[in-house]
């Protein structure tokens, strides 16, 4: 059973940093794609980030040259490094695991999230 | 970025009712799609991805068709736990967009 655990969210000023962290089981971590999803409060979905199994990565636009997307295969471990962190980064983060390696499939399985809050 | 867009944005349907979501890429994505369903609270889950290949272990009531920039996601017999937010999202090209959601709600 594919299991994704995030954690790293919380309160954090404008300007700050916070370090999020996806701990994955159940699957061959290092040959598949992940990606980060965000919803804000009562808003929709959006894309984030995605790397893929060779580490290739892929930014939206508003988080680029702020956010960084890592992982370590000998930990099953995808990181989220965000800098810079704005009001209108508040939002639950969602940890997913793709359905293949090159960041070109569906979105398959889904973290619980973490609630990253921005304000002073 | 290719704009998705979805209709209607919510629903009101009873139990047992058929309903049709639309999603329409503003370009060409071939069957690169899939739809997504999230209950309140909770992570959004994959039902259906390629358009139109229902994800094992999602109920065959629900199937989705389409190619290229018109795609339905129909889910033939509504029961109670259907009622939830519905995307759709394109793995065609980068930036991944999603739709912004259909609210489907008991009448």
């Known amino acids: 059973e594919v299991q994704l655990l995030e954690s790293g969210g919380g309160l954090e000023q404008p300007g700050g940093s916070l370090r999020l962290s996806c701990a994955a089981s159940?699957?061959?971590?290092?040959?598949?794609?992940m990606t980060w999803v965000r919803q804000a409060p009562g808003k929709g979905l959006e894309w984030v980030s995605t790397?893929?199994?060779?580490?290739?990565?892929y930014y939206a636009d508003s988080v680029k040259g702020r956010f960084t997307i890592s992982r370590d295969n000998s930990k099953n471990t995808l990181y989220l490094q965000m800098n810079s962190l704005r009001a209108e980064d508040t939002a639950v983060y969602y940890c997913?695991?793709?359905?293949?390696?090159?960041?070109?499939?569906?979105?398959?399985?889904w973290g619980q999230g973490t609630l990253v809050t921005v304000s002073s | 970025a290719i704009q998705m867009t979805q209709s209607p944005s919510s629903l009101s349907a009873s139990v047992g009712d058929r309903v049709t979501i639309t999603c329409r890429a503003s370009?060409?994505?071939?069957?690169?799609l899939g739809w997504y369903q999230q209950r309140p609270g909770k992570a959004p889950k994959l039902l259906i991805f390629?358009?139109?290949s229902l994800k094992s272990g999602v109920p065959s009531r629900f199937s989705g068709s389409g190619s290229g920039t018109d795609f339905t996601l129909t889910i033939s017999s509504l029961q109670p736990e259907d009622f939830a937010t519905y995307y759709c999202?394109?793995?065609?090209?980068?930036?991944?967009?999603f739709g912004q959601g259909t609210k489907l709600e008991i009448k």
């Open positions: 997913a695991k793709d359905q293949g390696d090159s960041g070109y499939y569906a979105i398959d399985d």
């Open positions: 159940g699957f061959p971590f290092s040959t598949y794609a």
């Open positions: 790397i893929s199994a060779s580490d290739i990565t």
């Open positions: 370009q060409g994505i071939r069957n690169d």
């Open positions: 390629s358009a139109s």
């Open positions: 999202a394109q793995d065609y090209d980068y930036p991944r967009t």
